[in-house]
């Protein structure tokens, strides 16, 4: 059984900075893409950065490329979002997501595996 275990979120002033975990159990952790997505109020999720397993190549959106950084440590099983410079827009609960070897982890619909979420809230 794959969970997905999310930590690190909360309240920031903008221009602050925090930082994401996500731990993984029973999901053959070093195989396949890990991405995080964020959902605010109203609105649908959206996938916010992805690293794949194959080279660590990562890609994000445009709205956070160049302030956040997408990392994986294989070894302790753990996704990372190293989020800068934060704005008030960020604010959303985020998700992390894992799927299998060779899917893709580019939209909501191709996930088989979420987290339960954490907070980001960032007031200016």
């Known amino acids: 059984q794959v969970q997905l275990v999310e930590f690190g979120g909360g309240s920031v002033q903008a221009g602050g900075s925090l930082r994401l975990s996500c731990v993984a159990s029973?999901?053959?952790?070093?195989?396949?893409?890990m991405g995080w997505f964020r959902q605010a109020p109203g609105k649908e999720r959206e996938g916010v950065a992805r690293i794949y397993a194959t080279g660590g190549v990562a890609l994000y959106d445009s709205s956070v490329k160049g302030r956040f950084t997408i990392s994986r440590d294989n070894a302790k099983n753990t996704l990372y979002l190293q989020m800068n410079s934060l704005k008030a827009e960020d604010s959303a609960m985020y998700y992390c997501?894992?799927?299998?070897?060779?899917?893709?982890?580019?939209?909501?619909?191709?996930?088989?595996?979420w987290g339960q979420g954490t907070q980001v809230t960032v007031s200016s």
């Open positions: 997501a894992a799927v299998e070897f060779g899917a893709s982890c580019e939209r909501p619909d191709d996930i088989p595996y």
């Open positions: 029973g999901y053959t952790y070093s195989r396949g893409c």
